[in-house]
T-cell receptor
């Protein structure tokens, strides 16, 4: 699976949009971009994933560049409960390749 | 569904003792994962199962660790004998295999302390 690079930490004001970047310059054509987050002391939680089109769900939006070498997770109106470590993971979705490998992630702190 | 259920939530044991961690995956899920999390090493995949069969155990640190999945609704991770460096939070996750939306659901973890 391709490696990802994320900033170690970010701050965002409550109520503002939080934009979390992720670089995955070695991504392959069959690899998806997944985002998970881990709130303190809890298990990781799925947020969103995409292949090449931008995606949106009730939690967040995922913007993937046209060359797919980077992406941005957007939390449109950040709240204090969004304070967590956010993981960007690239993974080929195919039988026999089930691994979900976590990097160091970005520690997002929402400031009141 | 109650989600992935892990037990116990906390375990304190003495060095040399056997420790067994338990996991009940979400009903209908056919992939199960065991992870370990420490401050130093982050989240590490230890082993995963597909349809109750171990597929990749390359993350298991050494022979003291073993995992089993006797049926689709239960898995154990055993450490024998335990050592202080095994102290960590152990997470179990399950997923429905398939192409497309296949997110993993994690349990609340078991915090293991070996003294």
């Amino acid at each position: 699976d391709a490696k990802t690079t994320q900033p170690p930490s970010m701050d965002c004001a409550e109520g503002r949009a939080a934009n979390l970047p992720c670089n995955h310059s070695t991504i392959s054509g069959n690899e998806y971009v997944y985002w998970y987050r881990q709130i303190h002391s809890q298990g990781p939680q799925y947020i969103i994933h995409g292949l090449k089109n931008n995606e949106t769900n009730e939690m967040a939006s995922l913007i993937i560049t046209e060359d797919r070498k980077s992406s941005t997770l957007i939390l449109p109106h950040a709240t204090l409960r969004d304070t967590a470590v956010y993981y960007c993971i690239v993974r080929a979705v195919e039988f026999g390749n089930e691994k979900l490998t976590f990097g160091t992630g970005t520690r997002l702190t929402i400031i009141p | 569904d109650a989600g992935v259920i892990q037990s116990p939530r906390h375990e304190v044991t003495e060095m040399g003792q056997e420790v067994t961690l338990r996991c009940k995956p979400i009903s209908g899920h056919n992939s199960l994962f065991w992870y370990r999390q420490t401050m130093m090493r982050g989240l590490e995949l230890l082993i995963y199962f597909n349809n109750n069969v171990p597929i990749d155990d390359s993350g298991m640190p050494e022979d003291r660790f073993s995992a089993k999945m006797p049926n689709a609704s239960f898995s154990t991770l055993k450490i024998q004998p335990s050592e202080p460096r095994d102290s960590a939070v152990y997470f179990c996750a399950s997923r429905q295999r398939g192409v497309g939306r296949t997110e993993a659901f994690f349990g609340q973890g078991t915090r293991l302390t070996v003294v």
